[in-house]
């Protein structure tokens, strides 16, 4: 059984940093794509980065330059590091975990890891 959790989340100041994990367990992260996503009350859940098993990273417009997506493969652990935050990045962070197996695509989520920027 695929699981997925997250941490870190938290409530910090703007300009302030937080530091999400997420650990897989039954699913090799070295193997796959991970990506972090969020969702803000009333808004569609969105890609924030996301890094391939090769390595590659990809960022939304709104945090380049202030996130920074990693991944230890001998923990199991994507990160997401969040500097400079904004009152905008408020919202519940999504780990995400993305295959493809015998030709079908799989999906895994973690629960959510809440983070709030505010004074």
């Known amino acids: 059984q695929v699981q997925l959790v997250e941490s870190g989340g938290g409530l910090v100041q703007p300009g302030g940093s937080l530091r999400l994990s997420c650990t897989a367990s039954?699913?090799?992260?070295?193997?796959?794509?991970q990506g972090w996503y969020r969702q803000a009350p009333g808004k569609q859940r969105e890609l924030v980065a996301s890094i391939t098993r090769a390595g590659g990273t990809n960022y939304g417009d709104s945090v380049k330059g202030r996130f920074t997506i990693s991944r230890d493969n001998a923990k199991n652990t994507v990160f997401l590091q969040m500097d400079s935050l904004k009152p905008e990045d408020t919202a519940v962070y999504y780990c995400?975990?993305?295959?493809?197996?015998?030709?079908?695509?799989?999906?895994?989520w973690g629960q959510g890891t809440q983070v709030t920027v505010s004074v």
């Open positions: 039954g699913i090799s992260f070295s193997r796959n794509d």
């Open positions: 995400n975990a993305h295959l493809t197996f015998v030709g079908r695509d799989y999906d895994y």
